[in-house]
């Protein structure tokens, strides 16, 4: 169904921006492919290292395909935090040993060939303080 709009020249269709590509594009910036600042021409700012790294990519495919399978199975309002769980995750990783650590490492290395430190690593320089450090 197009949505449509009265004007005083008639019945045009209504091109203003939907709540659903708003989301799409608030997805977008929180996903880390794109960063949240736009820099200025001839600064020096460029994306974080922890931005455009492997692992955030395996960070946000676990990310969308845990948001996926959650309205999947229960399509109603839900609020989550993949980056909550994922940092959970991360912290059981640390401390899990054989079969449990082989099955949240897979989780959150997704399809990427990583190590244990690379993942143990990422949080850490992620979830330390810096007052330069956007996500």
Known sequence: MV???RTT???KPDTSPTPADNDSKAL???SGLKTSSTPK???SHQPSEILTS???QAQMTFAFNFLQ???RQKPEATACSPFSLSTSLATLHAGAHGRTKEEIGS???AKFDLQDDQIHSYFSDLLEP????TI
């Open 9 to 11: 020249a008639g019945v």
């Open 3 to 5: 949505k449509t709009r």
């Open 41 to 43: 021409p001839g600064s």
């Open 130 to 133: 810096s007052p330069r450090k």
């Open 69 to 71: 399978e959650i309205v």
């Open 28 to 30: 977008n910036n929180a």
């Open 107 to 109: 989780l959150l290395k």
């Open 54 to 56: 492997p692992l955030a």
